[in-house]
């Protein structure tokens, strides 16, 4: 009975809930059905806390906590909903439109896309920090896919999954800030990298239309999430 | 001393028109012209896209007919893909165009023309509007309103969405119709042709009321441009071009829509950022030409369905060889929503309309293709050039409103030395003007809708390039230039 020890009761947004001690506040709060926004996290990945969205308020801390890197612990009061964590998801939202081009009504993704569904979500009506335009380009060398780095929110969900699933490790990021790029192998075009074995798992975990399949048409592009926790739980029982 | 024009970064064809008019030293009018003064830069951002996006990217020029732009678009990538599309993918491509016609005709007709020929070219302006039409003319306005919606209706039931619907791709179009939305669309054709039929009936009797018009209307010779179809008839989505001269002869035929470059040139005039295409064998300005109903009626050999094909017969009594006034536009364009209720039942009832099989897959096979269409406003060319990776190199678009540029500055210069006399501008001046740029429905008094009017700019410039009169009409609702 030695889980029975690990269990810990805490509340979220005034509601009692237990868990494992080892689970996040995300994981938690997902399984009593408790929705927190999220864009770099994806059940079967290693969370990394990067994008911020799922930030929270914790009782007596003064800061902001990601939800999906904060372990549970005894007696913790979380809250999902405020003015403060709604002020914040926006602005870094608005950021993330700001940084490169998310052009919604003609991407691939369009109506299938996390970033564009949280924004809904929040009512993100308008950018207040001015468009930056970056000028990154599309690599289309791939046969079967085209990353389109303008859609691109660094999230590195490609990154991981092609580490940490697939095996492969095709993915990586280069540079810094606003310099990132999520880029294969040693930066060479998708179309040339010896690593890449064309599963197609970073297209499908892939937030945005950032990564899709090619000759897909404006709107065509949704992907299949649920191959990860299948893949994931598949692996660990064997 | 004239006063600089103002660029609007707004629109390539839609919102801010502007009208010099130059006279001699007697105080006649010399020339006029008619400035479109507006840059989108299209062709320049599609470059480095896959071309699969370009259907809805490019759609995005109009709001009005975005299906044409979908459609010349498609084309064009049909053949970067290099295949031949399902047969039911091309019909269900006709359909939602026709439709679309069908919509774009009438709110060009119902909505933007029928209060000058309601209410006078000279009626009060405050009421000269679709609202003073519902005042006046409340079943006209209803059936306009009705019919408008028809088509919206059409787009929406097959494409998803009544503006830019992202339902047709290259190689077909993305879903398949169902038993139950055929029958849906069925249903509404009737009513729809009734509208058609009566609207047509109250027209025939009025517009002869408009002679002073008729005659100066851009009525003069020129070529006309369209496509039509293998046996010469009426073609809105596909066929081959045809040239027709005034007297009604046909100076070539079969031209290879894909080779336009080789029969079509464009000239560039100082004063207007909208290109002046022609005919290239012979020259500019001599090889302008129209598009467009008219142009589409002039040149087909009949349309090949029997109500249009009863109402063409009638139209072409109007005058020998070629139909020459711009006025006609209206006329023709409320022929063409009969003929394509119509076409939409022969499709509709079309044994393989609901095949599942609507669309080609393939990779860029060919780096170069061009789509050509007929758009509500005439021939629409999509030129693309793309790299091995199926990403945009380049792109030619040549709108239908810039086909009849040129004839759209004769049609100007024509009322402009019928209407000014002396070195005032009467209103209904103004509103003439306004009217023959309407008939060619142009992209212009697509974002200027219904209510308020055409910001309007005009100029009297004398010999010596002074100011002689300026009137000026501004966009009440500030709506004009709103990219839609």
């Not at chain 1, 468009?131 to 780095?149: K, N, P, Q, T, W």
């Not at chain 2, 066929?239 to 040139?265: V, W």
Request: glycine fraction near 8%; charged fraction near 25%.
């Amino acid at each position: 009975m030695a889980s029975a020890a690990h269990v810990v009761t805490l509340t979220i947004d005034g509601r009692d809930v237990s868990a494992n001690a080892d689970d996040t506040v995300l994981e938690v709060a997902r399984e009593n059905g408790i929705f927190i926004p999220r864009l770099c996290n994806i059940d079967g990945l290693t969370p990394v806390g990067a994008c911020r969205l799922c930030l929270i308020e914790i009782k007596g801390s003064p800061k902001l906590v990601p939800a999906c890197v904060a372990k549970v612990t005894e007696g913790m009061e979380v809250t999902t909903k405020s003015e403060r964590l709604d002020r914040y998801r926006r602005v870094i939202l608005e950021m993330l439109f700001a940084e490169r081009n998310h052009i919604c009504s003609v991407c691939v993704s369009n109506g299938h896309c996390e970033l564009q569904a949280l924004a809904l979500d929040i009512g993100m009506t308008h950018v207040r920090v001015p468009y930056r335009y970056l000028r990154v380009g599309i690599d289309a060398s791939h046969d079967r896919f085209i990353v389109d780095h303008n859609r691109c929110v660094l999230c590195t969900r490609c990154v991981r999954v092609c580490d940490e699933i697939e095996g492969a490790h095709t993915w990586d990021l280069l540079g810094r800030g606003t310099n990132s790029r999520v880029i294969t192998d040693l930066h060479q075009p998708w179309g040339e990298s010896d690593t890449c074995t064309s599963c197609g798992k970073c297209v499908n975990v892939c937030p945005t239309g950032a990564l899709s399949i090619k000759g897909h048409s404006v709107a065509e592009m949704s992907k299949r999430k649920q191959f990860l926790p299948y893949l994931t739980l598949m692996r660990t029982e064997k | 001393m004239t006063r600089q024009i103002v660029i609007d970064p707004v629109t390539r064809i839609e919102g801010h028109a502007k009208i010099t008019i130059h006279l001699d030293d007697d105080g006649r009018v010399q020339n006029a012209e008619f400035h479109v003064t507006q840059f989108r830069g299209f062709e320049k951002f599609c470059e480095g896209r896959p071309f699969s996006e370009m259907p809805s990217l490019m759609a995005r020029i109009c709001g009005i007919c975005p299906v044409s732009h979908l459609i010349a678009s498609a084309k064009a990538c049909d053949e970067l893909l290099a295949v031949q599309i399902p047969r039911t993918g091309q019909y269900l491509r006709r359909l939602m165009n026709l439709a679309q016609m069908v919509q774009s005709h009438a709110l060009s007709f119902f909505h933007l023309a029928s209060p000058d020929l309601l209410l006078g070219m000279d009626s009060d302006p405050g009421k000269r509007n679709i609202f003073g039409v519902l005042e006046a003319h409340p079943e006209l306005a209803r059936d306009g309103i009705q019919l408008r919606k028809f088509g919206q209706q059409i787009i929406e039931w097959l494409g998803g969405k009544r503006i830019h619907p992202a339902w047709v791709v290259p190689g077909g179009v993305s879903a398949p119709l169902t038993a139950e939305r055929r029958d849906q669309i069925l249903a509404t054709v009737p009513e729809a042709l009734e509208i058609a039929k009566r609207t047509i009936k109250w027209y025939k009797g009025v517009y002869e009321k408009f002679q002073s018009e008729i005659a100066t209307f851009a009525n003069f010779p020129s070529l006309f441009m369209g496509l039509t179809t293998e046996r010469g008839r009426l073609a809105l989505y596909d066929g081959k071009l045809r040239f027709m001269d005034e007297a009604g002869n046909i100076i070539a035929d079969r031209l290879e829509p894909s080779q336009y470059s080789e029969y079509i040139e464009e000239a560039v005039e100082p004063y207007s950022y909208l290109k002046f295409p022609y005919y290239k064998p012979m020259g500019y300005p001599d090889g302008c030409y129209r598009v467009g109903p008219l142009a589409r009626l002039n040149i087909c050999t009949n349309c090949g369905t029997p109500i249009a094909d009863a109402e063409l017969t009638e139209f072409r009594q109007i005058q020998e060889g070629a139909v020459l006034s711009s006025f006609h536009y209206h006329y023709a364009r409320l022929i063409e929503i009969i003929f394509c209720l119509e076409r939409m039942e022969i499709y509709l009832t079309h044994p393989d309309i609901l095949s599942k099989h609507v669309r080609a897959f393939a990779g860029p096979n060919s780096l170069e293709g061009v789509g050509v269409t007929e758009a509500p406003r005439g021939t629409l060319i999509h030129h693309y050039r793309i790299d091995e990776n199926g990403l945009m190199k380049w792109a030619n678009l040549i709108i239908a409103t810039g086909h009849n540029n040129a004839a759209m500055n004769r049609g100007v210069t024509q009322v402009a030395k019928h209407y000014i006399k002396g070195a005032t501008i009467p209103e209904g001046m103004l509103n003439r003007v306004e009217a023959v740029i309407r008939t060619y429905d142009p992209c212009l008094s697509c974002s200027t809708h219904a209510v308020g009017q055409m910001p309007l700019h005009v100029q009297l410039v004398a010999p010596d390039g002074t100011l002689v009169a300026e009137a000026r009409r501004d966009d009440p609702d500030g709506v004009g230039g709103r990219i839609r």
